[in-house]
């Protein structure tokens, strides 16, 4: 149990980078490219999305765009990740981030939280701030998809019970699809976690996505 707890804990931490950057090497994979007008579709979040220390193909966004196309949609996913944010970070750069956008999102992944629980921030906090993220979202008639996270084991039960209702308790208000658990993928299995066990390697990418792609073609259709 101790190494199960301390696995949680490290893990949690993936949403946690700071402002090292990613390798950039040339933008979003494509699979074949359909005709038409694409969907788009907007990541925003942390560390998670940003894709710490993989190259930008191998970042989520970019994947689940891949995904998606193999499964025959036309979807552009625009990874709006910046590794270290928190929810009030989040906040402040949401507006600028949809006014610099030539097209507006049908569909925003939102994926914040982490590093609010990390540094042990109030779940009151981020609740307050990913409610007024969705509230702007819905006010601009943009559909949500929520990306849930846990609280680390080691913060104890009152902190967790606050803070991993959030997510679903904003879900059912914007009415929204979840995803429950994001990095739920790499809990178990140390070999989808960079050298620095911390942050999913290319191959943990891959496994959030397949375990989060169904909610959001649901979300999509």
Known sequence: MRKLIAAFAALALSACGQAEGNKADGGTAEADTPVGQPTMVLAFGDSLFAGYNLPRS????????????????NVRVQNAGVSGDTTSAGRQRLSFVLDSMTVKPDLALVELGANDMLRGLPPKQARENLDAIMAELDRRDIDIVVMGMKAAPNLGGEYAGEFNAIFPDLADKYDAEIVPFFIE????????????QIHPTADGVKAMVEESVDTIEDALD
């Open 185 to 196: 993928p790499l809990i178990f299995n140390r070999s989808l976690v960079q050298s620095d």
């Open 58 to 73: 191998a970042a989520y966004p970019e994947q689940l765009e891949q995904a998606l196309r193999q499964r025959g949609m």
